[in-house]
């Protein structure tokens, strides 16, 4: 009876928060050396921004900054923190310049904290959650661009490591695996306007290929954002 108390417990918890919430991808889709882009937009993981630069006509440097601040009714905190610089390879596929190809490789640390007041019969549990973790992703992507739209189909492979992580009930959980975590994140870029300015949305799934302990969910979910996208070549 007592663990089967426990699990409910833990079966709550996980049902409301994970020890990992993706940022928005960052497909540029450069044209040629000097192409800059700068974006920003607010979705399920928080507000962010992103920053690209093509070095030249094939390589290019991209930045990400992700924050989400939630608080609830129910006396909880939810606080996302994380950045990441990455290294960009683009080309075009045929002579016909129809399809682009975009392979970003990525680092940033993260930080989480959050609190949680579940009840529970007969009593109510406070969880308490903390770690910095690392992660390291490669992101290829295939898409189009025109003056006024782009489309990006994209698949980032995701490896987490968490690092000081600390939870009010990690007795129950000692005998858990925390790393490393991998995730498959496809998804689907749009953006529509004009050449240097365009609204873009993205949607797309969180796949937790390595769900080994009981605070992350095992199953696949969802997740969204909406922003503005604006384009300049500094060379120009």
């Known amino acids: 009876m007592k663990h089967l108390y426990y699990l409910s417990i833990i079966i709550l918890f996980s049902s409301c928060n994970s020890l990992y919430k993706p940022t928005t991808l960052n497909v540029p889709l450069h044209e040629e050396a000097g192409d800059a882009q700068i974006a920003g937009g607010w979705g399920v993981s928080g507000a962010e921004l992103q920053l690209s630069y093509a070095l030249t006509d094939n390589f290019y440097v991209s930045t990400n900054a992700q924050f989400l601040l939630k608080k609830t009714k129910e006396d909880s905190l939810s606080n996302y923190k994380s950045f990441d610089i990455a290294a960009g390879y683009y080309s075009w596929l045929d002579e016909e310049q129809s399809i682009k190809l975009d392979v970003a490789l990525g680092y940033g640390p993260g930080n989480l904290d959050y609190h949680y007041l579940v009840q529970t019969i007969p009593m109510q549990v406070r969880f308490n959650v903390s770690s910095f973790y690392h992660r390291w992703y490669i ?84 997740y969204g954002s909406i922003g503005v996208n604006i384009r300049f070549n500094v060379l120009r």
């Not at 995730?183 to 390595?210: C, D, H, M, S």
């Open 139 to 222: 992101q290829p992507s295939l898409g189009f661009n025109f003056d006024d739209t782009d489309f990006a189909i994209s698949m980032r492979a995701v490896v987490i490591h968490h690092s000081n992580f600390t939870d009010h009930y990690n007795q129950l959980v000692k005998n858990v695996t925390y790393n490393p975590l991998a995730y498959l994140e496809p998804a689907v870029t749009y953006r529509k306007g004009f050449k240097n300015f365009k609204l873009t949305a993205q949607t797309g799934l969180i796949w937790p290929v390595t769900p080994r302990h009981a605070l992350q969910r095992p199953v696949i979910s969802g």
